[in-house]
C-alpha cells in the first residue's frame, strides 16, 4: 500500500508543477517533439493518472485486498479531456462593449475624457470615456462606439 501512497502524493506534487508551470516545458523544447505531449498525453493528465492509480490502488488495496482496475485511469484520461475541451471561455473583445450601460464616475467634460464604470462579462471595469455633450458624475450612460480597447464612446440615458 505504500506504493500506491507515493504514487497519488507524487502524481499531486507533478500536477501542482504542471498547474504552476503551465507551459514552460513546451516552451524549452520550442516543439521538439511535434507536440507529442499535447492533448490526451499532457503532463496534467499523465499526473492526474498517477495520482488517480496511486490513491484508488491504496484505497482498494486497503479495504478489498484487490488492486487496482483501469477504471480509475480511463476515469482520469475522460476528466482530462473535458477539461481540456472547455472552449466556452471566450475572452471579451471590443465589440461587446457596444450596447453596455453603465455610470460616470469622473465627469466628462466637453472635448474631453472622463472615465465610466461597465460591467464586462460580470466584472466591473472602468473605461475612458468621450461623450458628445458633458456629464457629470452618476449619470447613466450608454455605450454608443469602441474606438480603442482601453475607451468608449457614450451617450446618457435619457429617463
Keep these: 500500500m505504500g506504493w500506491f501512497l507515493g504514487l497519488g502524493i507524487g502524481g499531486i506534487v507533478a500536477l501542482a508543477a504542471a498547474l504552476v508551470f503551465d507551459g514552460v516545458l513546451e516552451g524549452v523544447f520550442h ?13 496534467p493528465v499523465v499526473a ?13 488495496l486497503g479495504s478489498t485486498g484487490l488492486g487496482p482496475g483501469a477504471a480509475a485511469g480511463w476515469a482520469t484520461y475522460r476528466l482530462g479531456r473535458t ?11 471590443r465589440g461587446d462593449l457596444v450596447g453596455v ?21 460580470g466584472q466591473p471595469v472602468k473605461y475612458a470615456a468621450t461623450a458628445d455633450a458633458p456629464l457629470e458624475r452618476g449619470a447613466e450612460i450608454w455605450v454608443t462606439a469602441a ?9 446618457a440615458i435619457e429617463r
Design 31 to 43: 516543439g521538439a517533439l511535434g507536440g507529442l505531449f499535447d492533448g490526451w498525453l499532457s503532463l
Design 48 to 60: 492526474g493518472f498517477v495520482s488517480m492509480l496511486g490513491f484508488t490502488g491504496a484505497i482498494v
Design 83 to 93: 477539461l481540456l475541451r472547455d472552449g466556452s471561455g471566450r475572452a471579451p473583445q
Design 101 to 121: 450601460a453603465g455610470r460616470v464616475v469622473t465627469a466628462i467634460p466637453h472635448a474631453g475624457y472622463g472615465e465610466v464604470l461597465l460591467s464586462l462579462a
Design 147 to 155: 474606438p480603442s480597447d482601453t475607451s468608449v464612446a457614450v451617450r
